[in-house]
């Protein structure tokens, strides 16, 4: 433990003697093992689990001791990871064929302008074809009663029109993608 950089790991010729890095790194595993990160938890595990009274010698290090150690010696605890990486190697336990996953979770983004099944197209552009109706519907009031929409509002229209037609034709591009698609959907 020396070697790899653990404090401690010689005991001082004065004062109380510190928790061997041995039994703190064991707890630590163990924590890491059965994903308990917290140190107030490796805590009250090391009180009242019976394989972590056996692991630890019924040593029960405080959550500040324990907190203090991965803090202290986290370049020495990720050298005993990679030392037992080797080690398995050097006793042939990893194949080629050996995968590792995590329980990493990302939060995906899949909004209605990403995510495209044939109901949703359907749909999507039905709404706006209703979008460029309505608007349509609003500058044909405007041609037969010119006082009820303001003349600068008409430019604001017409462009909002031409936004909904290159949405919907960008659809149509879509839908042909989607159906080219081995599952029917993009």
């Given at each position: ?6 404090e401690?790991a ?7 003697p ?9 707890l ?8 308990i990160?917290s ?6 595990e090391?009180?009242?689990n019976l394989?972590l009274?056996?692991l630890?010698?019924r040593?029960?290090?405080d959550f ?9 010696n986290?370049v020495?605890?990720r ?6 990486v080797?080690?398995c190697?050097?006793?042939k ?5 050996t ?8 939060k995906?983004?899949?909004n209605?302008?990403?995510?495209f099944t044939d109901r ?8 706006l074809e209703?979008?460029?109706?309505r608007?349509m ?5 405007a041609d037969?009663?010119?006082?009820s929409l303001p003349?600068?509002?008409i430019?604001?229209l017409?462009e909002k029109i ?7 034709q960008k659809?149509?591009e879509i ?5 080219a698609?081995p599952?029917?959907?993009?």
């Open positions: 433990l020396v070697g790899l950089g653990f401690r010689t005991p001082s010729l004065v004062g109380r510190a928790y061997h890095p041995s039994t703190l790194l064991k630590y595993i163990y924590g890491y093992l059965n994903r990160q140190s107030r938890r490796l805590e009250r090391a009180r009242r394989e009274i056996w630890t010698g040593l029960t290090p500040k001791t324990i907190a203090d150690f991965r803090k202290d986290g020495a605890i050298k005993v990871c990679r030392e037992f080797l080690l190697r050097r006793l336990l990893f194949a080629d064929a995968v590792a996953i995590d329980g990493s979770k990302f995906a983004v899949n209605r302008d990403k995510n949703k197209l359907q749909a999507r552009m039905e709404q209703q979008s460029i109706a608007y519907d609003e500058l044909d009031r037969r009663e010119p006082t003349d600068e509002r430019p604001h017409k031409e936004s909904l037609k290159a949405q919907v659809l149509g839908e042909v993608r989607m159906r698609a599952d029917g959907q993009i």
